[in-house]
């Protein structure tokens, strides 16, 4: 299964967007440059009252299709911003 890391910081305040239902998507920029897309909802048991940090691993499919994601370490480089969409 295809694997690709990323940095990821999402303040409370962006968060509100995905309660509020108005995104559904998280767009970030991958450790190796590549922008990718995934359901707001993978990051779910990652929220904390600090919003959601860290360095994650997504799976996902050959179609490309995002299966799983694994908060690998809770204190990355997070000058990498994400943004819902």
Do not use: C, W
Not at 29 to 47: D, E, K, S
């Amino acid at each position: 299964m295809p694997q690709i890391d990323f940095n990821i910081k999402i303040s409370p305040s962006e968060l509100e967007k995905y309660y509020a239902g108005t995104a559904k998507i998280i767009s970030v920029v991958a450790n190796n440059g590549q922008r990718l897309q995934f359901p707001a909802n993978l990051i779910l048991p990652y929220v904390s009252h600090s919003g959601v940090f860290g360095h994650f691993v997504l799976d996902y499919s050959s179609s490309g299709k995002a299966n799983s994601l694994i908060r690998v370490d809770e204190t990355p480089n997070t000058s990498q911003f994400s943004q819902f969409i």
